[in-house]
């Protein structure tokens, strides 16, 4: 039962991070694409990028995905012990 919670909770975890990647991804090829000319622009996103605090000021993350993530990293944190499949 704990490893099938725990198990969960890694799912969440990595949908999460998963999302937050592909944001940072499809906002960087853009910023590549069609902000050429305005490398200022490139350079604030990657401010964003780099503080969590305005992680969903820039729709990194919504802040609710923030609290479960700090959440499920909190309560994961014991090493990152190995999960074994069924």
Known sequence: MVKDMELK????LAQIRGSMLSTIEREA????????DKPEESQKW??????????????????EDKKLLEM??????DGMTDIQER
């Open 9 to 12: 909770a890694y799912k969440m």
């Open 46 to 63: 990657m401010g964003h990028i780099a503080n969590p605090e305005k992680w969903d000021f820039c729709g990194l993350l919504r802040k």
């Open 72 to 77: 499920l990293e909190y309560l994961l944190d």
């Open 29 to 36: 090829r853009n910023k590549v694409e069609y902000c050429k």
